[in-house]
């Protein structure tokens, strides 16, 4: 998954400067997150896997996780 693979005649909407605020990976070299929310079908994990390959790139270390595994590993850890 690669961002210039991104379909802009999908019908979903988005802000287009938080598209490229994102894209950019200053909230990376900020030292900051992202969290992606949206409703089934939009490409949030495209974006997701997208930004990651993005930033591996960058020479940033990514580690990619689903919510539901994310939240269980927590879980799990707490335990």
Known sequence: MTLDRWD???KVTYERATWNELCSL????SGHNAVI????????TF???ALGAA?????HAVLFRRA???LR???QARA
């Open 55 to 59: 930033a591996t790139r960058a020479g």
């Open 8 to 10: 802009d005649t999908a």
């Open 47 to 49: 974006l997701a896997q």
């Open 37 to 44: 929310l949206g409703p089934v079908g939009v490409g949030k």
């Open 26 to 29: 200053r909230f990376v070299e």
């Open 68 to 70: 539901d595994v994310l």
């Open 73 to 75: 590993e927590l879980g």
